[in-house]
């Protein structure tokens, strides 16, 4: 099992920035890649972005260019920078992580983009 426990979420206005982390424990070997998905009530969770055990990283069209996500293997541990925040970007922001083919998820942490 792996646990994944977010933080960093928050009300900002837009234009600002917020930075989410997200810390894995349990058995976090084997795991192949981690994420950030985030979700509106009514809407399915969709990937914000994703970056693989080897470091490359993937990132939703509506996002690139704003956001990065990085990684600190030291610390277990995999940041969301977000910046030039929209209201379009309020969710609940939720960490993912993949380890042989098992998918799992953080209990989510929101932000709010208020105009």
């Known amino acids: 099992q792996v646990q994944l426990v977010e933080s960093g979420g928050g009300l900002v206005q837009v234009g600002g920035s917020l930075r989410l982390s997200c810390v894995a424990s349990?058995?976090?070997?084997?795991?192949?890649?981690m994420g950030w998905y985030r979700q509106v009530p009514g809407n399915q969770r969709v990937l914000v972005a994703r970056?693989?055990?080897?470091?490359?990283?993937n990132y939703a069209d509506s996002v690139k260019g704003r956001f990065t996500i990085s990684r600190d293997l030291a610390k277990n541990t995999v940041y969301l920078q977000m910046n030039s925040l929209k209201p379009e970007d309020t969710a609940v922001y939720y960490c993912?992580?993949?380890?042989?083919?098992?998918?799992?998820w953080g209990q989510g942490t929101q932000v709010t983009v208020s105009s």
């Open positions: 970056i693989s055990y080897g470091g490359s990283t």
């Open positions: 993912s992580a993949n380890r042989y083919s098992a998918d799992y």
């Open positions: 349990g058995s976090i070997f084997g795991i192949s890649a």
